[in-house]
T-cell receptor, first 115, second 112 residues
Framework: AQSVTQLDSQVPVFEEAPVELRCNYS??????LFWYVQYPNQGLQLLLK??????LVESINGFEAEFNKSQTSFHLRKPSVHISDTAEYFC?????????????FGGGTRVLVKP | DTGVSQNPRHKITKRGQNVTFRCDPI?????LYWYRQTLGQGPEFLTY????????KSRLLSDRFSAERPKGSFSTLEIQRTEQGDSAMYLC??????????FGPGTRLTVT
């Protein structure tokens, strides 16, 4: 069974400052890794994913995450945040090779961007 | 592609009543998932369909819960004899590959 830990439940950050959201996972098998974002009053949206290949993955809106197998981490970063990045961010894993690819989520990190 | 839709968006019911939620996946997505999210927590997996076959169920899915996906299109999730602990957001997701799951807006259930 997998588990996901998001170490920070809330992260306040000023506009144009960098932000890092930490995610650690535990699994006895290889995993796929995901970050989802949930804007206020909206559904979950896939932000980025790691399936294989380059350990650094990027989203279209400036976020990036790096898969670190030795540290079992998949931290999310953005060098300069905007007010519109205010949202809750969820890290998730699924077991690679499993038929269903069900997702196991962390508890979420709420990011509040202040002007 | 109109996205995943869920109905109703909100449901308030009294303890002991039965409720049913509907999920319409993205057309041609053969995989459909149900998750439950309680306040302040991440979503938790409930069950998974590939086409009309229910292939996996979580231990969270007690005997009071049942899900169906007739003809491999829309899906329904029914909760019988609701309890206050069932209050949560019920999320549906669909996928063509299993690697990218697209979520609906959810149905918020409040049991009074």
């Amino acid at each position: 069974a997998q588990s996901v830990t998001q170490l920070d439940s809330q992260v306040p950050v000023f506009e144009e400052a960098p932000v890092e959201l930490r995610c650690n996972y535990s699994s006895s098998v290889s995993v796929y890794l995901f970050w989802y974002v949930q804007y206020p009053n909206q559904g979950l949206q896939l932000l980025l994913k790691y399936l294989s290949g380059s350990t650094l993955v990027e989203s279209i809106n400036g976020f990036e995450a790096e898969f670190n197998k030795s540290q079992t981490s998949f931290h999310l970063r953005k060098p300069s945040v905007h007010i519109s990045d205010t949202a809750e961010y969820f890290c998730a894993v699924s077991e690679s090779g499993a038929a269903g690819n069900k997702l196991t989520f962390g508890g979420g990190t709420r990011v509040l961007v202040k002007p | 592609d109109t996205g995943v839709s869920q109905n109703p968006r909100h449901k308030i019911t009294k303890r002991g009543q039965n409720v049913t939620f509907r999920c319409d996946p993205i057309s041609e997505h053969n995989r459909l998932y149900w998750y439950r999210q309680t306040l302040g927590q991440g979503p938790e997996f409930l069950t998974y369909f590939q086409n009309e076959a229910q292939l996996e169920k979580s231990r969270l899915l007690s005997d009071r819960f049942s899900a169906e996906r007739p003809k491999g299109s829309f899906s329904t999730l029914e909760i019988q004899r609701t309890e206050q602990g069932d209050s949560a957001m019920y999320l549906c997701a669909s996928s063509a590959t299993g690697y990218e799951q697209y979520f609906g807006p959810g149905t918020r259930l409040t049991v009074t």
